[in-house]
């Protein structure tokens, strides 16, 4: 168990409001702690004590931490170039709008860094708009979010310095002996600090590795791996323990008979296809459909068995566990497993024998599920299809009745058909689905980006979703009804002044329609608007309405796929949280009773949530690294863009072909006097030509790149088509007319709600 692991363990059994002050020995007893890991408990305890997340109360016993006054918040720091900075409070939900951060002013932040927890004493402060905004003053660090950082040597006046990439800090970091590292003026470097800036006085550190030419292939992946902390390769010990498996791995006997010795079924003669993106590595899903005598459909969802190669407490699960995930970069792929695994023992190749854990699920004709079974299987694909072959196929049948055998081609046929019916029973039950635009860029053989393609998600990719998406569900079902309690997939309602903000901001372009917190509402609106001017700024709108889906315990079902139990079974190659729905499957197919412990789930659901959302943030932030890279040498050329944020001091907008997204500065914006108007995402100007909301769509000119803080800024050449409000809603703003209660901010240069860009001349 890591040290965060007994931390969040210890943290969340003090907080209980039945729990009673007890000594260290007794909650290693109540958490059923080995006695292997006490001393590590006792640390533990000790180091919470120190950031006064806990406190020893009389006779040594540990109480929760009950010293914090009214006026004092603990949370998660974020600071911005100019200085100042926000503290999202501890539990905050991470779609919370910014109004419920805590502002920072600059002399206020001590010598706090983005990601640090800590303590701050609140007040509230009048805001330029004659209301009110709460504000603080950082008291403690409670703990560091990283002390790595990467950035760009350069010397000044023989002193060696790094300038830390992004806005974070401002001012160079004094490193100390740059000759221990070899490093050169223009290296990408680690930096390590050992001292933190603050207002008055420089950060210190100390070059722990050299990256890199700044622009050199390679550096900005490496870059962002240091950046991130993620791993790179396998150590000795978890590659020599892929390979233990491989030697044993026996699924087939000396007289080629499968081995099912375990309990294991013989799924061989079951005709199961795979389909998977054209350039996929590894495949850990295959399908088999059959028509039952009955007339009902029996689907087999047969997942790659990963759990028969990464046993409990093995070295393989403590990496698993620990990486949660697999991280897909553009230019390479970070396993969760080794490769000896991922892409050999546990990949659902054609013609080879895999083992699985399969779902076999039944369907009536109209698509209702009747029953669902498990079973460890072993299964022989016989053909691996891509996306591409099976649109083509869906296109034109009749050719490819030739390529592929009578069992193979009918399949095809029945998957699309059952697929199509669940699709339309999911949407009719009130599952919803934006349509946002997906692009994947195209890199060059040294990492450069080259271009880029749209992802299309046509009918092949729907087959495969929804049979994904049913196993997922009726998996959960199952052990929800068998009151096991396991990690879901949850995905919370939206918070209820998000859905009034969606509902006005849709009502203002013109579009009729009742509260938005109605679920089928807003499958119409979507519906309305779809491969309409205002579909984008629509769907927009709705994506940022919603909370984000984690990994928990918790029963609180999936809102966006209107589920009441969801969870994730079919990727275990890539994610940990279905390894462990597959140890529970295994346990009910052998005839026991599943046992969970409710404070583990809990701190796995969030481990395995923040690697995600690290992961994720890892690859956007790379796209962003190389998309720079690109437009560095593209100053001045034209392009297509459509607005997916609006700020204060201007509004974000993502390409169409190319998805850089960069600022149009409220100064590059055509003159005018602009109000913000965040209810409705929009800048709004004297004049309604000049009116810009979320999903515009806009010609804009590339004017400047700033490779080392990260940005990217266009100005708008030409409006191509706009959200705009009906004729009412822009006659009565012409008038200075306001609706009852809501408040306009004057837009600013310097607002506090993002990151403000560097000062330029109104053009």
């Given at each position: 168990m890591s040290?965060?692991?007994?931390?969040?363990?210890?943290?969340?059994?003090?907080?209980?409001?039945?729990?009673?002050?007890?000594?260290?020995?007794?909650?290693?007893?109540?958490?059923?702690?080995?006695?292997?890991?006490?001393?590590?408990?006792?640390?533990?305890?000790?180091?919470?004590?120190?950031?006064?997340?806990?406190?020893?109360?009389?006779?040594?016993?540990?109480?929760?931490?009950?010293?914090?006054?009214?006026?004092?918040?603990?949370?998660?720091?974020?600071?911005?170039?100019a200085g100042y900075g926000f503290v999202r409070p501890k539990g905050t939900r991470p779609t919370v709008g910014r109004e419920d951060d805590i502002f920072i002013p600059a002399a206020k932040t001590k010598d706090a860094a983005t990601g640090d927890i800590v303590r701050v004493r609140t007040n509230r402060r009048r805001t330029s708009s004659g209301g009110s905004r709460i504000s603080g003053e950082i008291q403690q660090i409670v703990e560091r979010g990283t002390k790595q950082f990467v950035g760009t040597y350069f010397e000044r006046s023989?002193?060696?310095?790094?300038?830390?990439?992004?806005?974070?800090?401002?001012?160079?970091?004094v490193v100390g002996d740059p000759g221990a590292k070899n490093a050169q003026p223009d290296d990408k470097v680690v930096v390590e600090l050992v001292r933190y800036p603050t207002a008055h006085r420089h950060g210190e550190g100390v070059i722990t590795e050299v990256l890199g030419k700044h622009g050199e292939p390679g550096v900005d992946t490496r870059t962002i791996l240091r950046q991130f902390a993620l791993p790179d390769g396998f150590a000795e010990d978890v590659l020599q323990a892929a390979r233990d498996e491989a030697e044993l791995f026996q699924p087939v006997d000396e007289d080629g008979q499968v081995n099912v010795s375990d309990g294991r079924r013989d799924l061989t003669e079951m005709t199961v296809i795979t389909i998977d993106p054209a350039d996929a590595r590894d495949f850990d899903d295959a399908i088999s459909l059959e028509k039952m005598e009955n007339g009902h459909f029996l689907l087999g969802v047969h997942i790659a068995d990963?759990?028969?190669?990464?046993?409990?407490?093995?070295?393989?699960?403590?990496?698993?566990?620990?990486?949660?995930?697999?991280?897909?970069?553009?230019?390479?792929?970070?396993?969760?497993?080794?490769?000896?695994?991922?892409?050999?023992?546990a990949s659902l190749q054609p013609d080879q024998v895999r083992y699985t854990k399969t779902a076999f699920i039944e369907f009536t004709e109209e698509g209702a599920r009747v029953a669902t079974k498990f079973c460890s299987g072993a299964i022989q694909s016989k053909r691996r299809?891509?996306?591409?072959?099976?649109?083509?196929?869906?296109?034109?049948?009749?050719?490819?009745?030739?390529?592929?055998?009578?069992?193979?081609?009918?399949?095809?046929?029945?998957?699309?058909?059952?697929?199509?019916?669940?699709?339309?029973?999911?949407?009719?039950?009130?599952?919803?689905?934006?349509?946002?635009?997906?692009?994947?860029?195209?890199?060059?053989?040294?990492?450069?980006v080259s271009g880029a393609r749209r992802v299309e998600h046509t009918e092949s990719h729907q087959i495969i979703e929804e049979f994904m998406l049913a196993a997922n569900e009726a998996v959960a079902e199952r052990l929800s009804d068998d009151q096991i309690a396991f990690l879901r997939r949850i995905h919370e309602s939206p918070d209820p002044k998000k859905s009034e903000t969606l509902t006005e901001f849709v009502q203002e372009l013109g579009i009729s329609c009742e509260s938005l917190q109605n679920r089928f509402e807003i499958q119409k609106i979507l519906k309305e608007v779809a491969d309409a001017p205002l579909e984008q700024a629509v769907n927009y709108a709705v994506l940022r309405s919603m909370q984000k889906a984690v990994y928990s315990p918790q029963e609180a079902g999936h809102y966006a796929l209107a589920a009441k139990d969801y969870c994730h079974f079919t990727s275990p190659i890539r994610r940990y949280p279905d390894l462990t729905i597959h140890r529970l499957m295994d346990t009910i197919i052998r005839g026991?009773?599943?046992?969970?412990?409710?404070?583990?789930?809990?701190?796995?659901?969030?481990?395995?949530?923040?690697?995600?959302?690290?992961?994720?943030?890892?690859?956007?932030?790379?796209?962003?690294?190389?998309?720079?890279?690109?437009?560095?040498?593209?100053?001045?050329?034209?392009?297509?863009?459509v607005i997916t944020g609006v700020e204060e001091f201007g509004v974000f907008a993502q390409g169409l072909e190319i998805p850089a997204?960069?600022?149009?500065?409220?100064?590059?914006?055509?003159?005018?006097?602009?109000?913000?108007?965040?209810?409705?995402?929009?800048?709004?100007?004297?004049?309604?030509?000049?009116?810009?909301?979320?999903?515009?769509?806009?010609?804009?000119?590339?004017?400047?790149?700033?490779?080392?803080?990260?940005?990217?800024?266009y100005e708008v050449v030409e409006r191509l088509t706009a959200a705009q409000p009906r004729p009412q809603a822009a006659s009565s703003r012409q008038k200075g007319e306001r609706k009852p209660g809501k408040k306009r901010q004057k837009a600013s240069k310097g607002s506090?709600?993002?990151?403000?860009?560097?000062?330029r001349r109104r053009r």
């Open positions: 040290e965060l692991d007994l931390e969040r363990l210890v943290l969340r059994h003090v907080s209980r409001p039945n729990y009673r002050p007890v000594k260290p020995r007794v909650i290693a007893k109540q958490l059923d702690i080995p006695k292997s890991l006490h001393q590590d408990l006792k640390r533990t305890i000790k180091r919470l004590a120190k950031r006064g997340e806990l406190r020893y109360g009389k006779n040594h016993l540990v109480e929760g931490n009950r010293s914090t006054k009214p006026d004092e918040v603990v949370g998660t720091f974020r600071r911005n170039f023989n002193t060696g310095l790094v300038q830390i990439d992004g806005t974070e800090f401002s001012e160079p970091v990963v759990s028969h190669f990464v046993k409990p407490k093995s070295v393989l699960d403590r990496e698993a566990r620990d990486r949660a995930t697999s991280v897909y970069l553009p230019d390479r792929v970070i396993p969760m497993l080794p490769e000896v695994i991922s892409n050999h023992l299809f891509s996306y591409e072959e099976v649109d083509d196929y869906l296109e034109n049948p009749l050719a490819w009745r030739r390529k592929l055998t009578p069992e193979v081609y009918q399949l095809l046929k029945r998957m699309h058909q059952l697929a199509m019916i669940l699709r339309r029973r999911r949407y009719e039950r009130g599952s919803l689905e934006l349509s946002l635009p997906e692009v994947k860029i195209k890199l060059d053989r040294d990492g450069q026991k009773t599943p046992v969970t412990d409710a404070d583990q789930l809990m701190n796995q659901g969030e481990h395995c949530s923040q690697r995600e959302q690290r992961a994720e943030a890892a690859e956007r932030e790379l796209i962003k690294l190389k998309l720079l890279n690109y437009f560095a040498k593209r100053i001045g050329e034209t392009m297509e863009v997204e960069g600022l149009i500065h409220i100064d590059s914006l055509p003159t005018d006097d602009y109000d913000y108007d965040g209810s409705v995402h929009a800048l709004l100007g004297h004049r309604e030509e000049n009116n810009f909301r979320l999903g515009d769509l806009l010609k804009v000119r590339v004017i400047n790149v700033d490779l080392d803080r990260r940005e990217l800024d506090p709600q993002r990151k403000p860009p560097k000062k």
